[in-house]
């Protein structure tokens, strides 16, 4: 089973609109981390938010926001007031205890534009 | 802001020889990563490294497949026999510890191409 999903393989919103990004996740481990990536079309893989699983607030980082509801299993990252350097992919990735601490499990992503 | 860094950008190697990709993690982390990405495809998990070993592989990681920290600031990937399906964008992160909440940081990848 996948852990990580991700069911918008392309989106699209108008410049300076709100757009939400959805990820759901899979795990029996109580302690889990998830993050959000960005990822231009140059190819470099940006941290944007964090949000961890026995945290009661959702992250916020700028104009990203991390909607987090634990018991639906997802974490949809919100961006507010889009613009055109958005463009690009975004993963949504994991970190649990399943088959070892060490990695990042992630989406297959989704790619967004803004339209101007 | 200390990041990962990764060089070279872009390597360009025959089927068959042998290529180092090399990355120099954030100076106070301790866990280091390497991933890969095919092209249109998800970024998979290779190898995690601390106190001088692997601590944990993927299946993808097989012996043509290698890493050292030869000294106290550069991490390396080492691919021998290369072949065609190695073609990939390959990330090398870092993380201060191994507990879920802490974030890995990425460089900015280095693309190969086997040609």
């Known amino acids: 089973a996948q852990k990580i999903t991700q069911t918008q393989p392309g989106m699209f919103v108008q410049e300076k609109e709100a757009v939400t990004l959805d990820c759901t996740y899979d795990?029996?481990?109580?302690?889990?981390?998830l993050f959000w990536y960005k990822q231009p079309s140059s190819g470099e893989m940006i941290f944007l938010i964090y949000?961890?699983?026995?945290?009661?607030q959702n992250a916020t980082e700028g104009r990203y926001s991390l909607n987090f509801q634990k018991a639906r299993k997802s974490a949809n990252l919100v961006i507010s007031a889009s613009q055109l350097g958005d463009s690009a992919m975004y993963f949504c990735?994991?970190?649990?205890?399943?088959?070892?601490?060490?990695?990042?499990?992630f989406g297959t992503g989704t790619k967004l534009q803004v339209i101007p | 802001e200390p990041e990962v860094t990764q060089t070279p950008s872009h390597q360009v190697t025959q089927m068959g020889q042998e290529v180092i990709l090399r990355c120099v993690p954030i100076?106070?982390?301790?866990?280091f990563y390497w991933y890969r990405q095919i092209l249109g495809q998800k970024v998979e998990f290779l190898v995690s490294?601390?106190?001088?070993?692997?601590?944990?592989k993927s299946e993808i990681f097989d012996d043509q497949f290698s890493v050292e920290r030869p000294d106290g600031s550069n991490f390396t990937l080492k691919i021998r026999s290369t072949k065609l399906e190695d073609s990939a964008m390959y990330f090398c992160?870092?993380?201060?510890?191994?507990?879920?909440?802490?974030?890995?940081?990425f460089g900015d990848g280095t693309r190969l191409s086997i040609l």
């Open positions: 100076s106070n982390h301790l866990y």
């Open positions: 992160a870092s993380s201060v510890g191994q507990h879920v909440h802490q974030p890995q940081h």
């Open positions: 949000q961890g699983s026995y945290d009661e």
């Open positions: 490294f601390y106190n001088n070993e692997i601590s944990e």
């Open positions: 795990t029996s481990d109580q302690s889990y981390g």
């Open positions: 990735a994991m970190r649990d205890g399943s088959g070892g601490y060490q990695k990042v499990t």
